[in-house]
């Protein structure tokens, strides 16, 4: 059913799927990508945190000038981070971070963004994305903080200036892998079907090496900082953006009609305001023909969603909208 005509939409061989991740903006710029529908995403800050992991070394605090020798016998944590951004620029940075033991900042005077521009292939289109990233960033935590549940870039400025602009809490949140992988059932051959179409290499190298060491000097240190009062407010202060009502996408009959039947899966990047409304939305992860990718936008962004929850209160966040096709 279409739920802004009432109008029945064909169904059969459709089959959708939404999902969630932790990444920022990607805007795809290739002929075959670039639909007239998509809705530029809004800058709401000049940086946003993009992955989190830990750096597997082994060792002492790390050695920073002027550092005070570790004598606690506890090892500190080492932290690998990126960026990503609007514009190309060197920024000063400060990163608030709710851990497993308490609350901890860190600045960091300068980051390089840099143009990071992307060449990816599905199995079926070939199309680049415009992208802003920094090279892997690093900090470190002390021992009694743990380690970070949820962060996030708090305030943003030129490098080498004060820090100004305020930014919302849009946090990635870190969380360490199963050791037990839980038994799922197997696939069918739609699905193997799916996931073999929606899936997107990168064909160059980026900016961002996701296993990157820390040069000597290049870590910064996080500090205590008190709880933010509005973290106590309500019980669930972070909360990822999810949808409030589907509009389901509809395989597009001309395919079925000029005998083209086939199968694709289209990801759509939906920007959510903090009202829940859909702002923004870009392709991701295109199908290289129009009519599919067309009507995964549409269907993304006419589909309303809740929007995210950082310290208690609505802020930007985003939603990946997967759309699944397959021919009658």
């Known amino acids: 059913m279409n739920a802004r005509t009432g109008e029945r939409r064909p169904t ?19 002929p075959s990508a670039v639909q007239a529908s998509q809705i530029p995403m809004r800058s709401y800050c000049a940086a946003r945190m993009r992955a989190l992991s830990r750096v597997r070394v082994t060792g002492q605090k790390s050695p920073l000038p002027g550092a005070a020798p570790n004598t606690s016998g506890a090892a ?3 932290w690998r981070y990126e960026l990503s951004g609007e514009l190309p620029a060197a ?32 199995e079926q289109a070939r199309f680049k994305r415009f992208e802003v990233h ?11 903080a743990g380690q970070p549940t949820y962060v996030w870039v708090s305030r943003v400025g030129d490098a080498d200036a004060s820090l100004q602009v305020p930014c ?28 073999r179409l929606s899936r997107v290499k990168r064909l160059n190298p980026s900016v961002y090496r996701s296993h990157a060491l820390p040069r000597v000097g290049a870590i910064v240190q996080a500090h205590a900082v008190p709880e933010p009062a509005s973290e106590t407010t ?20 001309f395919y079925d009609m000029a005998g083209e039947a086939t199968a694709a899966s289209v990801a759509v990047m939906v920007e959510i305001a903090p009202n829940g409304s859909a702002v923004g939305s870009v392709l991701v992860g295109p199908s290289g023909r129009k009519l599919f990718d067309d009507d995964a ?15 208690c209160v609505p802020v930007p966040g985003y939603y990946i909208f997967m759309a699944e096709y397959m021919p009658n």
């Open 76 to 78: 500190a944590s080492i």
């Open 91 to 122: 920024l000063s940075v400060q990163l608030t971070m709710q851990t497993t033991k308490g609350w901890y900042r860190v600045a960091a005077p300068i980051v390089p963004m840099l143009e990071d521009d992307g060449t990816y292939l599905t």
């Open 168 to 195: 919302p809490p849009m946090w990635i949140r870190y969380t360490t892998a199963p050791k037990h992988k839980k038994k799922t059932r197997a696939l069918t051959a739609v699905e193997r079907e799916l996931n």
């Open 12 to 30: 059969a061989g459709v089959v959708f799927a939404l999902g969630l991740v932790a990444f920022a903006a990607l805007l795809p710029c290739a």
């Open 234 to 253: 309500c019980r669930h202060p972070f909360r990822r953006a999810k949808v409030r009502h589907v509009v389901a996408p509809s395989y597009p009959a």
């Open 297 to 311: 936008i549409d269907a993304a962004s006419q589909t309303t969603y809740f929007p995210e929850i950082g310290l």
């Open 134 to 144: 920094s090279p892997a960033q690093f900090f470190e935590l002390p021992p009694a």
